[in-house]
């Protein structure tokens, strides 16, 4: 048996390849037939670049049809996908290829310049260009995907892969700073993608509304995979927009979003119970959704949002359930087929209602970190539950609430800011001797990030100009949207900086 994912979506394709597969905001529209024509034909030029299964392809372009074609033609072709998030900067993505070293790259046109001075640096094979769609791609040549992979010979078979085989490496940084590649499956997409398209139950004429990145595993795996499972058609927005999103629900029966989603819904004066009159599941996750949202989101069109739990080294590994209640503040029960538990700080089981780590084990859990040992033996225990780093509890009846996170994770509009990675590019400007990075509740975002630093002495710090300091050098979504300058930090009897009463000290600070 072949256990390539792609296999299993191929599978599951609408009998009828003319049925639209994706369709654009800008009303281009993709068959079955042309995702599956273009996708063979990307493989086959993946192919014939000399890219055995196993090689890694480091892909780092914005969201569109060809990006996902190039996603799919990976998984068909046997190659591991690296994706990265298109904010990355040159220093992270530096990392990124010293690591993974990838065999091929593709890239967004706007890094043009760095990207190919780190391709030679890294001695990296093949890089190429891929605009955010084939209509916009600007440059002709031998460096443009889409023009060189679109007229290649298709791949007419699909690699066979094992169920522990290799698909993807998804990084994600650590609270020491150096960032970790999460190596996922064809076991682990497979299952968890079956399991949420039958745990949300998707039945033929179910529509997506997919408005989120794809360079992630909410966007990407959870997003993709239920609606190529269904062969569903998916309306495919390059970014999400509240006004083109409210225009698109009535046509649509499934939305995703993150909480940042849902609070621009229902900002907008014309987002009502009319424009979910088609809806029958919205779906959120990748960060925590306030109770009021929640309650407003209700009120406002009748509907009770599905709060999931996941992470990127599990999928996804708890959700509320689809037809029985959907706690508000819970993110519902563990999937079919996924044990988690809550542990106290020796190990040992907690009890209903009683706050611990939370550990999991199942088909959704990756087998470790790439090129990691160590960092493997830390976070799985004895008997192979891989130790998640949140805190949580599980009451009488199964449903899951996340309390907080040990290991100090900001998420930002839905996306994973690591402190200590902002905290060492600060603490290396002049005038500044420490610095802490926390997270604080914002009406839009979730949390927004806030650095808190103690300034050297007779050193002259302006919040701005900490803030240029290391624009360039970071993402966006993670550079600081405060800077608080003070004359210590709170510690602990050990000295350990205590985050928590930072927190609470600036709570208020974005209400």
């Not at 769609?133 to 078979?157: C, F, V, Y």
């Not at 522990?164 to 970790?180: F, V």
């Not at 997919?210 to 998916?234: R, W, Y």
């Not at 402190?419 to 839009?444: Q, T």
């Amino acid at each position: 048996m072949n256990a390539n994912l792609y296999a299993l979506l191929q599978s599951r394709f609408s009998g009828n390849r003319s049925q639209t597969a994706l369709e654009t905001a800008s009303g281009i529209t993709y068959t079955y037939a042309m995702l599956e024509e273009m996708t063979a034909r990307y493989a086959g030029f993946i192919h014939a670049l000399g890219v055995v299964p196993g090689d890694r392809i480091a892909v780092q372009v914005e969201k569109s049809p060809e990006a996902l074609f190039l996603y799919l033609a990976c998984l068909q072709s046997g190659a591991v996908f690296l994706p990265l998030n298109s904010a990355y900067q040159e220093g992270e993505v530096d990392y990124f290829l010293g690591d993974a070293t990838p065999k091929v790259v593709v890239h967004q046109q706007k890094s043009e310049a760095w990207m190919s001075t780190l391709c030679v640096a890294h001695r990296i094979a093949h890089r190429f260009t891929l605009a955010e769609d084939n209509g916009a791609e600007i440059q002709q040549g031998r460096h443009t995907w889409h023009e060189n992979a679109s007229k290649a010979l298709p791949m007419l078979d699909v690699a066979h892969r094992d169920h522990d085989d290799l698909a993807a490496i998804l990084y994600t940084s650590g609270t020491t700073g150096r960032s970790k590649g999460a190596m996922i499956t064809h076991r682990n997409l497979s299952s968890n993608a079956i399991t949420l398209h039958a745990y949300w139950g998707f039945k033929p004429g179910d529509i997506l509304l997919h408005a989120l990145p794809i360079f992630h595993v909410h966007g990407l795996f959870v997003a993709c995979h239920t609606a190529l499972l269904n062969g569903s058609k998916m309306i495919f927005h390059s970014k999400f927009d509240a006004k083109a999103a409210i225009a698109a629900l009535p046509r649509a029966t499934v939305f995703m979003g993150v909480p940042t989603m849902y609070v621009r819904l229902l900002a907008d004066v014309s987002f009502s119970r009319q424009t979910c009159a088609n809806i029958r599941l919205f779906v959120s996750g990748s960060a925590p959704l306030l109770a009021e949202t929640f309650h407003e989101f209700l009120a406002r069109t009748g509907h009770v949002i599905l709060e999931r739990y996941g992470m990127t080294e599990t999928g996804m590994i708890t959700s509320n359930p689809l037809d029985a209640e959907r706690r508000g503040g819970t993110v519902g029960l563990p999937l079919p087929g996924i044990a988690l538990r809550v542990v106290d700080e020796a190990g040992r089981a907690c009890i209903a209602g009683d706050i611990g780590g939370l550990q999991v084990k199942g088909d959704n859990v990756l087998p470790g970190y790439w090129q990691m040992p160590d960092k493997d033996k830390e976070e799985f225990t004895a008997d192979g539950y891989f130790k998640t780093g949140d805190v949580g509890k599980i009451d009488t009846d199964g449903y899951v609430t996340i309390v907080g996170r040990s290991k100090d994770l900001v998420i930002s509009g839905g996306y994973n800011v690591y402190p200590k990675e902002i905290e060492m590019l600060l603490d290396e400007i002049a005038g500044v001797a420490e610095s802490a990075v926390i997270g604080l509740p914002h009406p839009d975002f979730g949390e927004a990030v806030a650095a808190v630093i103690v300034k050297k002495p007779a050193a002259i710090l302006v919040e701005a100009d900490v803030v240029a300091a290391i624009k360039g050098k970071l993402a966006a979504f993670k550079l600081p949207k405060r800077i608080f300058l003070v004359e210590d930090l709170p510690r602990n009897a050990m000295g350990k900086v205590q985050k928590n009463e930072l927190r609470k000290r600036y709570a208020d600070t974005f209400k």
